[in-house]
């Protein structure tokens, strides 16, 4: 069984930075996509930043030139460096991996981390 855990989530100031991880268990392959989705207050869940094993990232608009996503495909395990934060960017933090296997996708989800920009 694949499991996500997210860490890293926290109070800041606008104009502040965090750094988000997440770290995965079991057996994954070693082609997938890695992304950071997020969910504000009464919002829907949204892409934030996406990243695959080689190394492509994908950034929603709302966060380009001050986010960065990585990932150490040794550990299967993706970051999310977030810069001169907003409170905007106040939401619940959720990673994610993604794959195909004979046709079937494989999809799986952390729980969440908060983060929380304060103006």
């Known amino acids: 069984q694949v499991q996500l855990v997210e860490s890293g989530g926290d109070l800041v100031q606008a104009g502040g930075s965090l750094r988000l991880s997440c770290t995965t268990s079991?057996?994954?392959?070693?082609?997938?996509?890695m992304g950071w989705y997020r969910q504000g207050p009464g919002k829907q869940r949204e892409l934030v930043a996406s990243?695959?094993?080689?190394?492509?990232?994908n950034y929603a608009d709302s966060v380009k030139g001050r986010f960065a996503i990585s990932r150490d495909n040794a550990k299967n395990t993706v970051y999310l460096q977030m810069n001169s934060l907003k409170p905007e960017d106040t939401a619940v933090y959720y990673c994610?991996?993604?794959?195909?296997?004979?046709?079937?996708?494989?999809?799986?989800w952390g729980q969440g981390t908060q983060v929380t920009v304060s103006s």
């Open positions: 990243i695959t094993s080689g190394g492509s990232a």
């Open positions: 994610n991996i993604l794959w195909w296997q004979n046709m079937v996708k494989n999809d799986y």
């Open positions: 079991g057996s994954i392959p070693s082609i997938s996509v």
